[in-house]
């Protein structure tokens, strides 16, 4: 965030990424710790309440199907027995359909009973996705406080940095980070100078004019070890020190 100048990143996020460079952390940092834990052990599994409700529908019809046909051959049976037919046969069929009847109430239950569960577990889905959306909303929160926290903590810090950058007044600073009315590109010259970074700074476009036209060196500008400068051919020189 604070490795390349110009950046997109707000000043409050360069001031805080700075103050994280040297150790400083927020007071609320526990509780986002927290809240990420909570937030990485919510699993919520897809729920297919769709085919748990064609499943019910289906056995519902075959059981009026097969209702229909034992009510057709009990009938059928019946008339065989006033005139004194043979009704074996229909007698067969009847319990053969009969114990499809059975069997397909049976399955009925089940389904029924599959789509209570997947109902729950649908509900269990939603509380835990409004949960998550819950948590996150606390995270954003707590995050920009522990930026808040941060940058003003090194706010003097970076008062005192525009003194030394290039393009940087320290006038401009105000009372707060939202208060900067300055340079941006200075603000972030100056956030680098606050922050202590362990990899190489970055300079591309006016931030590497500025920096090469001073008359310091970016390692004593900048207080970083290593400062990596854009050429005009927007590929960067390597050079440890301008």
Do not use: C, H, W
């Amino acid at each position: 965030m604070i490795g390349q100048v110009p950046t997109d990143a707000g000043l409050r996020r360069q001031l805080a990424a700075a103050a994280r460079s040297r150790g400083q952390t927020a007071s609320v940092a526990a509780e986002i710790d927290g809240i990420e834990s909570e937030l990485a052990s919510i699993e919520i599994e897809p729920v297919d309440l769709t085919a748990a409700r064609r499943r019910v529908a289906e056995t519902t019809g075959e059981i009026e199907r097969l209702k229909e046909r034992v009510a057709a051959l009990r009938g059928d049976a019946r008339a065989r027995r006033a005139v004194d037919a043979d009704a074996d046969a229909a007698l067969d069929d009847l319990e053969t359909a009969a114990a499809e009847l059975s069997a397909a109430q049976t399955e009925a239950i089940a389904a029924e009973q599959a789509l209570e569960r997947a109902r729950a577990e649908a509900a269990r889905a939603r509380d835990e996705r409004r949960r998550r959306l819950r948590l996150r909303d606390r995270l954003r929160n707590r995050r920009r406080a522990a930026r808040r926290e941060l940058s003003e903590a090194v706010y003097p810090a970076f008062r005192r940095a525009l003194a030394a950058v290039p393009g940087g007044d320290p006038d401009a600073a105000g009372s707060e980070p939202d208060a900067y009315d300055g340079d941006p590109v200075a603000a972030s010259l100056a956030a680098v100078r606050v922050a202590a970074l362990d990899v190489p700074v970055e300079l591309r476009g006016d931030a590497a004019r500025a920096v090469e036209a001073a008359d310091r060196s970016a390692r004593s500008l900048l207080r970083t070890a290593e400062v990596r400068v854009e050429d005009a051919s927007g590929g960067s020189s390597g050079r440890p020190d301008v």
